[in-house]
């Protein structure tokens, strides 16, 4: 009788054992589980707050130290970095309201021409051609096209919005050409950011 009792005390022992293994290795997997999950959200979180940083960077007025140009005859104004000096432009027989910016600061000398009701000039090559549509009294790109041919010139980048169809903002018709030259930073950004300035002032 004893014996018998000895193997059953034996074998609850044993049990015991296996059941104490059986827990602690079930906490130590779960304590892990639960760290790896907790490390993932806060990274996950951490990307969408960065995000979110970043937007609200962006849409602070990267025009505020600009220049405003004023045309109170046709009834238009626009922003221009500090750095750009502008001048008329008014060839005989050419288009009305001629403006030439250039910033002869920068290596890659950027210039943008604004012709007003322009008809009649060409033909152009330009890498790049934007489609404009009137927004309130400003202007927005409703289409960005890649154009560059054999007769694209092959030391500048130029950038053309389309008169005509494209180019009408109330009862006129503006066309402005981009151009620097190739090689260093990309200007485009720069052009977009005059253009979103555009205001048609009656």
Not at 36 to 55: C, E, L, P, R, V
Request: glycine fraction near 12%; proline fraction near 4%.
């Amino acid at each position: 009788m004893k014996k018998y009792n000895l193997g059953i005390s034996n074998l609850l022992a044993v049990l015991l054992i296996i059941l104490v293994a059986a827990l602690v290795g079930g906490g130590v997997w779960w304590w892990m589980n639960s760290k790896q999950t907790t490390t993932t959200t806060t990274t996950s979180t951490t990307a969408i707050t960065q995000g979110t940083t970043t937007t609200t960077a962006s849409g602070q007025d990267e025009t505020a130290g600009w220049k405003t140009y004023t045309n109170n005859e046709i009834g238009f104004s626009f922003k221009y970095p500090a750095t750009y000096t502008i001048t008329k432009n008014q060839p005989a027989g050419g288009p009305t309201g001629g403006l030439i910016l250039q910033d002869t600061t920068n290596t890659l000398e950027p210039e943008l021409s604004l012709w007003v009701d322009p008809a009649g000039w060409g033909p152009f090559f330009p890498q790049i051609v934007y489609t404009l549509a009137q927004d309130g009294n400003g202007i927005k790109i409703v289409k960005r096209e890649e154009n560059e041919s054999e007769y694209s010139p092959k030391d500048k980048i130029e950038i053309m919005t389309k008169g005509g169809e494209g180019g009408q903002i109330g009862v006129h018709y503006y066309w402005f050409f981009f151009r620097f030259n190739k090689g260093g930073a990309d200007l485009e950004p720069v052009f977009q950011k005059i253009l979103s300035t555009f205001q048609i002032i009656k």
